[in-house]
Structure formats: structure tokens, C-alpha cells
Nanobody
Framework: QVRLVESGGGLVQPGGSLRLSCAAS????????MGWYRQAPGKQRELVAF???????NYVDSVKGRFTISRDNAENSMYLQMNSLKPEDTAVYYC???????????????WGQGTQVTVSS
């Protein structure tokens, strides 16, 4: 069974930094794309950053220049370095991965349980 587990969230003051981690475990044959999403209270979930197996990276405009996504393919892990945090970055951050659990199965999308990031003074 595939699991995605996020960690690294917390409370930080405006201008501060956090580093989120996402670890995929269980039966994993291959991972194509991975991404970080976030959902603030009363808002829709939005894609924050995306990285595919070829290293293509994209960010939502509001975090460009402040957030950096990376992945460790050998460890089936992904990270999000968040700098210069703003109150509007406050949200639950979710890890997302499109992967194949085995060679006999097709790609499917998996989600972590989310980690809270709160930016407040």
C-alpha cells in the first residue's frame, strides 16, 4: 500500500522559512510527477509547485522566487523550501504524486494527509 507522509509544517513569523518534506513509501515501481498543493480556509486547493521525472519544474506565480521544489528519486522523496514566508502562505500543504505501485499497474494519483503551515506574528 502506498503512503505519502508530509512533515515540516509549523508556525513561523512573516519573513521566516520552513522546509517541507514528503516521503513516499510502500509498493512503488516508478514515480512520474510530484507536486505540492495547498488549501487555505474557504479557498480551493491550488497547485503550488510541480516537478516531473525529467526535472521540469513549475511554480504558481505567487511563490516564484521564494519557494524551491526538489526531489530525491533514490529516496522517493520531495521537498519544498519556503523562504520569505507571508501570511497569505498560511494553508494546509499537501504532497501529491503520480506513480505506479507495480509494473502490472497503471499510473495513479496519491495524496498525503497534509501539514499545516501558519505564517503569523
Amino acid at each position: 500500500q502506498v503512503r505519502l507522509v508530509e512533515s515540516g509544517g509549523g508556525l513561523v513569523q512573516p519573513g521566516g522559512s520552513l522546509r517541507l518534506s514528503c516521503a513516499a513509501s510502500g509498493s512503488i515501481f516508478s514515480i512520474s510527477a510530484m507536486g505540492w498543493y495547498r488549501q487555505a480556509p474557504g479557498k480551493q486547493r491550488e497547485l503550488v509547485a510541480f516537478i516531473n521525472s525529467g526535472g521540469y519544474i513549475n511554480y504558481v506565480d505567487s511563490v516564484k522566487g521564494r519557494f524551491t521544489i526538489s526531489r530525491d528519486n533514490a529516496e522517493n522523496s520531495m521537498y519544498l523550501q519556503m523562504n520569505s514566508l507571508k501570511p497569505e502562505d498560511t494553508a494546509v500543504y499537501y504532497c501529491n504524486a503520480r506513480l505506479r505501485p507495480s509494473s502490472r499497474e497503471s499510473f495513479d494519483t496519491y495524496w498525503g494527509q497534509g501539514t499545516q503551515v501558519t505564517v503569523s506574528s
